[in-house]
Structures are given as structure tokens and as C-alpha cells.
């Protein structure tokens, strides 16, 4: 796979609530929070609510991501 073999070098995913960066190996990872902060699937299922949030990523083509910010999305 591109994730095991050392292609990929930045990947994101979405929807857990808890917006988080980490690094697996040498890939740097962005987990996105939701959009929307009460859900009751989420509060009763996975015992999980969080603030609507999303990651904004700035990225040049030769350099990769060159700036990230964490939009809180609350009215």
C-alpha cells in the first residue's frame, strides 16, 4: 500500500471529534474534528462530543504543507 511503502508523506482524516496531528512513522497526520459539536449519535455511541472545528492546510506544490490552522467553527 502507498501508506506502508513510503509514498504517501502527509494524509487526513476526518469526522472523529477530536481534532489531533501525529506523526506515524514518517507520515504526518491530521485527524479533523466535525462540523457539527452536539450530536447525540456521537454523545450516546461513542461518548464523544467536541467543538466544531476543522484543520486548514496551506500547501506548495514543491514544499508540502507550509501552514496549518485550526478553524474553530462555533457561532
Known sequence: SKWLDGRLSHAVAGHYHTPTSLYINDVRV???GSTESYNSYA???LA???????????????KG???EYL????E
Do not use: H, I, Y
Open 30 to 32: 491530521w485527524v479533523n
Open 43 to 45: 454523545q450516546e455511541q
Open 48 to 62: 464523544s462530543m467536541g467543538r466544531p472545528c476543522q484543520f486548514t492546510l496551506f500547501v506548495k506544490p514543491d
Open 65 to 67: 504543507v507550509t501552514a
Open 71 to 74: 478553524v474553530q467553527l462555533e
